[in-house]
């Protein structure tokens, strides 16, 4: 299973960005698709999930308002359309996939794709 993130580039502070991540192979309607990101000198940190059957989803604080979460079911692809961005918001994000429900935590996580960076200019 691989999992490929692209959409990230440069924006002003905002700005507008969907990120897209393909998934290969079946994306079963029980497990949930990701999305983390990584700034520098930071650990990784949860910003949205989606349960791919049903479409729940779930989103950390930060996020809340000025990004969601979708997915298309025929195209097998999730994506984070994130308005009004902010600098802190600059990042590599990354597209997971886990089988363990909506959860933040990074090691409910796996399949990680290779991520794709969001500058935010402020």
């Known amino acids: 299973v691989q999992l490929q993130a692209s959409g990230g580039g440069l924006v002003q502070a905002g700005g507008s960005l969907r990120l897209s991540c393909v998934a290969s192979?079946?994306?079963?309607?029980?497990?949930?698709m990701g999305w983390f990101r990584q700034a520098p000198g930071k650990e990784r940190e949860f910003v949205a999930a989606i349960r791919w059957g049903v479409g729940n989803k779930y989103y950390t604080e930060d996020v809340k308002g000025r990004f969601t979460i979708s997915r298309d079911s025929a195209a097998n692809t999730v994506y984070l359309q994130m308005n009004n961005l902010k600098a802190e918001d600059s990042a590599v994000y990354y597209c997971t996939r886990s089988y363990r429900g909506l959860s933040r935590k990074e090691s409910d996580y796996e399949n990680w794709g290779q991520g794709t960076l969001v500058t935010v200019s402020s």
């Open positions: 192979g079946r994306t079963y309607s029980s497990s949930v």
